[in-house]
């Protein structure tokens, strides 16, 4: 098991910055990669950006160049650094850990912070 524990966010006037944190524990010796996604109102879940234990990292088209995601592997934790926010970038977002074991994959999910940014 994976416990996913997120800080950040909040109200940003547009144009602002804003950095949410995701400290994981349990299980985490074997989670693969880590990740932000978000949902709006009305809206299915999408990815935000993701980074794997070696580094590489993927990206939405809307965040890139405004969003950085990085980690640090002795905190076990994750971070988002969103830069330039727009008010399309209001959503709750979840952290995520993709974990591997026995050939098997599991994902894990954060209860979610709110980012509202305002115009």
């Known amino acids: 098991q994976v416990q996913l524990v997120e800080s950040g966010g909040g109200l940003v006037q547009a144009g602002g910055s804003s950095r949410l944190s995701c400290a994981a524990s349990?299980?985490?010796?074997?989670?693969?990669?880590m990740g932000w996604y978000r949902q709006a109102p009305g809206k299915q879940r999408g990815l935000v950006a993701t980074?794997?234990?070696?580094?590489?990292?993927n990206y939405a088209a809307s965040v890139k160049g405004r969003f950085t995601i990085s980690r640090d592997n002795a905190k076990n934790t994750v971070y988002l650094q969103m830069n330039s926010l727009k008010p399309e970038d209001t959503a709750l977002y979840f952290c995520n850990a993709h974990r591997l074991s026995l050939g098997r994959e599991y994902d894990y999910w954060g209860q979610g912070t709110q980012v509202t940014v305002s115009s």
């Open positions: 349990g299980t985490i010796f074997s989670i693969a990669a």
């Open positions: 980074i794997t234990r070696s580094g590489s990292t």
